[in-house]
């Protein structure tokens, strides 16, 4: 499956070319003149952090970086992006092979043109076309000085794999372990930007996994979580801009019915909560929801009904699927009336966009071993239809994905993350 893949954790390292090889970007020196050598100190780009001191490259090196996902076919179907301090550059010639590491891949492609000067290098997945959507989050910055180069020899990092400053750390066996040993078990886990872990457990607690262990105290306790009959913390989502926004959203049940919160992530520290929609009746017989940010920037939230009936009344929040902007409100480009996207949906337990942007694909529960797909195109502002459902097994829907040829739209693509 490709549910690693989502998480997108890199780790961005250096290394030089093979001997022989010569630079495939001419150097150019301030003046304009190729092949004369120049001072590697400070210049234009962006300055180093201090008591960091960046790899000299003179551009002809290629970058290295390890990439988490399932199987060589997988990683070799997206595209990889450089992002140049504010630039991003679409990676060619990109050679990827299985490291010693279970699951962990070794990906390499040319270095993309940088000015002469200090510069912060990541790397990110995309979609296999020019251009396309980012997958997951960044790399690491590697900090690169580059100079200029006579032509004949090349001043290239260490050979071997260069420690990545300030590395990512990845759900490897520390993570895993840690899994292992809360006191209730997780019933969420998102990924922030910075490489750290945010799990939540049923119970109302929400804990920081990084630098290799969970940390304590949790960054919130939410004391008005009902954790009874299997209630409990049901979904987390981050803002798609969370450098701007450092936002994480959290769907949970109370005593009162479904509750959406808001918090601002401040340092170790989930703070400023703030309610944005409460009360909506949870079902006798089961409780679930989803959450997910869309490409459009707003918040996408889904309520389980319990019942087929209460899922098409439009006079209830249950059983339907809301577009909300980041503070809860109704977005202003919607015309009028509720912001209820879609409807008919009785046990949504994840909420996915395709990897084009086009669908919003809502899993449901339909039975034990079975999950219910269902494809969601917007129409409108505000507005989606249902173009495509399908029945999978749970232990095949990690992967999955179908086509909607009648619509011409194709849904293979599609990535789930946790949804057995």
């Known amino acids: 499956m490709l549910s690693r893949i989502v998480l997108a954790f890199l780790l961005l390292t250096l290394s030089g070319q093979s001997s022989g090889v010569t630079a495939q970007r001419p150097a150019v020196s301030p003046a304009g003149q190729e092949g004369t050598p ?6 234009p780009g962006s300055p180093s952090p201090p008591g ?8 002809s090196e290629r970058l290295t970086w390890d990439f988490l996902a399932d199987s060589l076919e997988d990683v070799q179907q ?8 504010d630039q991003s550059t679409d990676l060619h010639s990109i050679e990827c092979q299985p490291s010693d590491e279970e699951w962990w891949f070794v990906c390499s492609a040319p270095m993309p043109p940088l000015e002469i000067g200090d510069h912060a290098i990541a790397v990110f997945a995309s979609e296999p076309a020019e251009g396309g959507r980012q997958l997951g989050y960044p790399s690491t910055a590697l900090l690169v000085r580059r100079v200029a180069s006579n ?4 001043a290239r990092a260490d050979s071997t794999r260069v420690p990545v400053v300030s590395a990512r750390e990845a759900p490897g066996p520390s993570a895993m372990a840690a899994l292992a040993k809360l006191p209730d078990a997780p019933t969420a886990i998102t990924a922030l930007p910075d490489g750290r872990l945010l799990l939540a457990e049923r119970s109302g607690a929400l804990r920081l996994f990084a630098r290799g262990a969970l940390l304590d105290p949790p960054a919130a306790r939410l004391d008005d979580v009902d954790p009874s009959a299997g209630r409990g ?14 936002l994480v959203y959290v769907l949970y049940t109370a005593v009162s019915g479904y509750r959406l919160a808001r918090f601002t992530l401040a340092g170790d520290t989930l703070t400023d909560r703030m309610v944005l929609i409460d ?12 959450l997910a940010m869309g490409p459009d920037e707003r918040l996408y939230v889904a309520f389980g009904a319990g019942n087929a009936d209460r899922a098409l009344d439009m006079g209830s929040f249950a059983g339907k699927v809301l577009r909300l902007e980041r503070d809860g409100t109704t977005p202003k480009d919607q015309k009028a009336g509720p912001p209820v996207f879609a409807a008919g949906f009785t046990n949504p337990i994840g909420l996915f966009w395709d ?3 086009r669908a919003l694909l809502v899993v449901q529960s339909d039975a034990p071993g079975i999950v ?11 507005r989606g239809s249902i173009t495509a459902s399908y029945t999978v097994q749970a232990d095949v829907a990690g992967a999955a994905g179908a086509a909607h040829a009648e619509a011409g739209t194709s849904h293979r693509d599609l990535l789930l993350t946790t949804v057995t």
């Open 38 to 43: 120049v001072d590697p100190g400070p210049a």
């Open 52 to 59: 960091v001191e960046p790899i000299v490259v003179t551009g």
């Open 78 to 85: 997206l595209g990889f992006v450089s992002r140049v301090d």
């Open 151 to 154: 032509g004949t020899s090349t």
């Open 233 to 246: 913390i049901l979904a987390m989502a981050t803002d798609v801009k969370f450098d701007a926004h450092p």
């Open 279 to 290: 009360s909506v009746p949870i079902s006798a017989k089961a409780a679930s929801g989803a």
């Open 355 to 357: 990897t084009a942007g």
């Open 372 to 382: 219910r797909v269902t494809a969601v195109t917007p129409t409108q502002p505000g």
